[in-house]
């Protein structure tokens, strides 16, 4: 129903900053609440940002982890969703998954990588 595609991950240093970008098609993008999770190797994936629908207000939350570092973005004339994430640690490297979800279902891109090292 929608295909998401992510970009913008990389290597960067501690306190330095990435964007990430994951662009949507195939559906209606602003029907969509829109989620950036991620992976490191042994852990469970988890939450980092969510951003709701248009309908539902475009309502953000984060993982206390990344509370006041990292933002959620969305530009629906565009079909992106953003994280803009600040202040990286080195605990924040992991593969970096999209996500779109709607009535319950839920939709995932390929993830792209970010690791922070010195």
């Known amino acids: 129903q929608v295909q998401l595609v992510e970009s913008g991950g990389g290597l960067v240093q501690p306190g330095g900053s990435l964007r990430l970008s994951c662009a949507a098609s195939?559906?209606?993008?602003?029907?969509?609440?829109m989620g950036w999770y991620r992976q490191a190797p042994g852990k469970q994936r988890e939450l980092v940002a969510r951003?709701?629908?248009?309908?539902?207000?475009?309502?953000?939350n984060y993982a206390d982890s990344v509370k006041g570092r990292f933002t959620i973005s969305r530009n629906n004339a565009k079909n992106t969703v953003y994280l803009q994430m600040n202040s990286l640690k080195f605990e924040d490297t992991a593969l970096y998954y999209c996500?779109?979800?709607?009535?319950?279902?839920?939709?995932w891109g390929q993830g792209t990588q970010v690791t922070v090292s010195s």
């Open positions: 951003i709701t629908s248009i309908i539902s207000g475009g309502s953000t």
């Open positions: 195939g559906s209606i993008f602003g029907i969509y609440h």
């Open positions: 996500n779109a979800n709607f009535r319950g279902e839920d939709y």
